[in-house]
């Protein structure tokens, strides 16, 4: 069993930064992936990053990118993302997810491609 656990969010203004973590517990799958999405009040889940647990391959949601870095530690198990530049429309629930295994090439960007989720953090950047 996995157990994922987010930490790092809060409010903040627009244009500041929060990095936001993400702790896996349990069983981990070295040979797999983690991702970020997030989910807005009235609006869908929405894949914002993605990267491999074995190597540096990344993905980002176009609408984040220059802005959110995404990066892992295979040590101490944990999934980071940090935000800069936050706007309101950054505003949401922000989850972490894994996948068990990855298929070198591929990125996953649906909230299907992943086994695991945690519970949230949120996220809220005033104007």
């Known amino acids: 069993q996995v157990q994922l656990v987010e930490s790092g969010g809060g409010l903040v203004q627009a244009g500041g930064s929060l990095r936001l973590s993400c702790t896996a517990s349990?069983?981990?799958?070295?040979?797999?992936?983690m991702g970020w999405f997030r989910q807005a009040p009235g609006k869908d889940r929405e894949f914002v990053a993605m990267i491999v647990w074995s190597g540096s391959s990344t993905r980002y949601v176009d609408s984040v990118k220059g802005r959110f870095t995404i990066s892992r530690d295979t040590a101490k198990n944990t999934v980071d993302l940090q935000m800069n530049s936050l706007k309101p429309e950054d505003t949401a629930v922000y989850y972490c997810?894994?996948?068990?295994?990855?298929?070198?090439?591929?990125?996953?960007?649906?909230?299907?491609?992943?086994?695991?989720w945690g519970q949230g953090t949120q996220v809220t950047v005033s104007s």
């Open positions: 349990g069983r981990t799958f070295p040979g797999g992936a």
């Open positions: 997810a894994a996948r068990r295994h990855y298929i070198g090439g591929a990125y996953y960007t649906r909230g299907t491609d992943y086994d695991y």
